[in-house]
């Protein structure tokens, strides 16, 4: 106690309160009740104890045990160094070290407890209940009826901690006070009467008459509010009230409030069953939006409806069948920025039925996509109902190999745009061996046969996407070797693995630029697919070459240590023209150099780089960074991207860029934290001729301060967006939120 003589000075130096919300130097009584020594056969209903010393007044009919006092009766449990019991008016007086527990396990301390013999009900002085489900109430003198209910007068109610670290006495992070307070075990929730509520010790504030549940459970109520600001629109307030519908459904009303436009109104809701779960969120407003969203100052906006829905939904209707889905729909391309939910700039809405065992797959899936993005046309965004895929796994079909079997086919339909019918089955066998020398090699086998129809194709604007109007098909062939020589030692007190690596994969030409590229634009070569057997993103462009692919991965491990870097290129063994476009890296007979290294040092920094380098000149093409430096507490985030690919903006939407991504906490109290985060566009117009960008051009950010304990998280945040997007206009923005435990959290 030498370490806590200050923490004590400081509460004796404090006028005494009618609250003592510390622990008191006393066990509760043991969970293994009746009593080890009762006599047999006693009633269930009939008050069972032990005590080291035993008095007994036949006169008076009053009994007196003395010297750890253990008494139980139907799950309540009582423990004093003496308790007086008059038979005649059933009376039980405990005094001192006392605690009495409850069947649901609260603990209830005091001074002297006034009891009747069923242990059920009476009067204690200076009163602490310590909440099983974590939490504290402390009054000066409080009540239990025959049903548990507590009643406490100029009481107080707090779960935070009274101790420090140092397990000195403390005041608590927050406490509620109040003239009344009704504690009800069967509803596990706290009443309260002529309340206030004291942060940090502070002058309290001033509480409607309100409830709150003690954890464990969700009951009706208000939950944490949040106050914001922003630019366009002013200063907003919002309240959450929670409605509880059953023990497994809840809904979440929330009214925003804001100064400068009018109010919003979210729900949520949520369900949960023992086949699954699902989740739905809408939001309803009114306001001004900009139609023109391609200018910096716009001036044309109207007074409409705005809103969003997003759900989410699964179910696992069996062992091996699964069904999902997703909505996500907005009323405009802005709504979600200005109102800060969301900086997505496409929304997908989802539906799936899945079957899954051990050698086999099923799906029956469909999505519908809505753009945000300035410049597209929702009507050429595609609609895919259904996507049918089954595959099946046979282990050992031939010379010990493993073969998989697939089935596919794809409908997308565009309300303006090219609609295209895909269908295809193919086979592909694998098999693995290992030599007497280390090596492994496998052996592959696949083909393919494709069916597509497609119609107005001239709605497509690239033409290689186009594709031959109509039925077409096509027949898919490719063999492959691939052999891995790992060589294994040690290093530097640790091990080392040398792993080179060679690949021949031989494919004759196929029909590709007549049928229609739907998911193989997007192609740039990494170490993820330098190896595949068709470098292709998707199913309808499929690599048609022999090429060689070669090489190695070296891994370092050593204590609290690792390192692992792959690097690779190949090379073209036919002079067939390439269908790959320029600046992909596969575009001529050798390709670029790709790598990736991935240094590891304990928990306190990882760092990966990918990069991909020219052939010709070893420029960099590609250069990204991705970087974590600290601990769980204290940490810098690093990302680097930087795309120098040259490819033509109208064959791929991912234009060269440079961007650099920062983030960050420090902790700099044990429960204060400092935070921030920041995206910078340093894109120049050397890199891309339509870039606004002057090479260093910040996006948005982000700084805050936040405190965190073990009861409460207070924390203010500053935002700014720097982008104009119609009505969803750049500028500040203020974040303050406040989460109590067990109050609305």
């Known amino acids: 106690m030498a370490g806590c003589a200050l923490s004590l000075a400081l509460l004796a130096a404090v006028p005494a309160a009618a609250q003592d919300l510390q622990s008191r130097a006393v066990a509760p009584p043991a969970q293994d009740a009746p009593v080890p020594n009762a ?80 242990l059920k009900d009476g009067v204690i002085d200076n009163m602490l209940v310590v909440l099983e489900q974590g939490g504290r109430l402390a009054a000066k003198q409080g009540t239990r009826d025959l049903n548990g209910t507590v009643e406490l007068r100029t009481a107080a109610y707090t779960p935070c901690a009274v101790t420090n670290a140092a397990g000195c006495p403390k005041d608590p992070t927050w406490k509620i006070t109040a003239v009344r307070v009704t504690y009800r075990p069967d509803r596990q929730r706290i009443f309260y009467s002529g309340a206030k509520l004291h942060l940090f010790g502070l ?100 007074r409409a409806f705005r809103g969003y829905v997003d759900g989410i939904a699964r179910y696992q209707l069996s062992s091996n069948w699964t069904a999902s889905g997703s909505l996500r729909l907005t009323t405009d391309r802005t709504f979600l920025r200005r109102y800060d939910i969301s900086r997505d700039d496409r929304l997908r809405s989802t539906a799936s039925l899945e079957r899954i065992d ?18 597209d046309s929702q009507g050429m965004q595609p ?51 290992l030599t007497r020398w280390g090596q492994e090699v496998t052996f592959t086998a696949f083909a393919r046969a494709d069916a597509y129809n497609t119609n107005d194709t001239l709605a497509t604007a690239v033409e290689s996407y186009r594709g031959l109007e109509g039925f077409h098909g096509r027949a898919i062939g490719a063999l492959a070797v691939d052999v891995k020589w790992p060589f294994i030692g040690s290093f530097l007190g640790g091990t080392q693995r040398f792993t080179p690596r060679v690949q021949i994969v031989a494919s004759p030409k196929l029909a590709n630029q007549s049928l229609p590229n739907e998911d193989s634009r997007s192609v740039d070569l990494d170490t993820s697919n330098l190896f595949a057997l068709n470098r292709f993103p998707g199913y309808d462009r499929f690599e048609d070459s022999s090429r060689a692919t070669y090489g190695a991965e070296w891994a370092v491990d050593l204590p609290g240590v690792s390192l692992d870097a792959t690097v690779g290129q190949s090379y073209r063994l036919d002079a067939r023209p390439s269908i790959f476009a320029n600046g992909t890296g596969l575009s001529d007979r050798w390709s670029d150099i790709v790598g990736r290294t991935e240094l590891r040092f304990r928990d306190s920094v990882s760092l990966t780089h990918r990069y991909r380098l020219d052939k010709d000149n070893l420029k960099v093409r590609r250069n990204e960074v991705d970087a974590t430096v600290g601990s769980r507490s204290t940490y810098v985030l690093v990302g680097y991207l930087r795309l120098n690919r040259d490819i033509f903006p109208a064959i791929e939407d991912l234009a060269d860029r440079e961007e650099l991504r920062v983030g960050g906490r420090v902790q700099f109290a044990r429960f204060w934290s400092a935070f921030g985060s920041a995206v910078v566009d340093m894109t120049n117009k050397g890199e891309d001729p339509l870039s606004q960008s002057d090479g260093f051009d910040p996006i948005r950010h982000r700084l805050g301060v936040q405190y965190e304990d073990d009861c409460i998280r207070l924390g203010a945040t500053w935002r700014r967006y720097y982008n104009d997007t119609g009505d969803a206009r750049k500028g500040n923005s203020f974040l303050l939120s406040l989460a109590l435990t067990n109050l609305g959290r």
């Open 39 to 118: 006599a047999p056969g006693i009633a269930e209903d009939q008050v069972q104890f032990s005590a080291s010393g035993l008095e007994y007044d036949t006169n008076a009919d009053v009994v007196t045990a003395t010297g750890e006092v253990r008494m139980f009766r139907q799950g309540d449990r009582l423990r004093a160094d003496k308790v007086v019991w008059n038979r005649k008016t059933g009376k039980v007086v405990a005094t001192g070290n006392i605690a009495v527990t409850n069947p649901q396990g609260d603990i209830a301390y005091g001074d002297e407890i006034n009891l009747t013999d069923s």
């Open 203 to 302: 002058p309290g504030v001033p509480l409607p008459s309100f409830s709150n549940p003690v954890g464990g459970g969700s009951d009706n109520g208000l939950l944490s509010p949040n106050f914001n600001y922003s630019r366009a629109n002013g200063l907003e307030f919002a309240l959450p009230y929670y409605f509880k519908l059953a023990p497994n459904k809840g809904l979440t009303i929330t009214p925003h409030v804001f100064t400068s436009v009018l109010p919003m109104l979210q729900a949520d809701y949520s369900a949960l069953s023992t086949r699954g779960a699902f989740r739905v969120s809408a939001y309803a407003t009114e306001s001004r939006r900009s139609d023109d969203l391609s200018t910096a100052n716009t001036t044309e906006t109207e």
């Open 383 to 433: 609609i895919a109902l259904p996507e049918l895929d089954y595959r099946k796994r046979y282990t050992d079909p031939l010379l010990g190999g493993t073969l998989q079997l697939q089935l596919n086919t794809l409908a997308l339909t565009r309300t303006e745009g090219q609609d295209t019918q895909r269908a295809f089955a193919s086979a592909q066998w694998d098999l693995r061996k």
């Open 358 to 375: 051990d050698s086999s797959y099923f799906a029956l899936t469909g999505w519908y996509v809505q753009t945000l993005r300035v410049n």
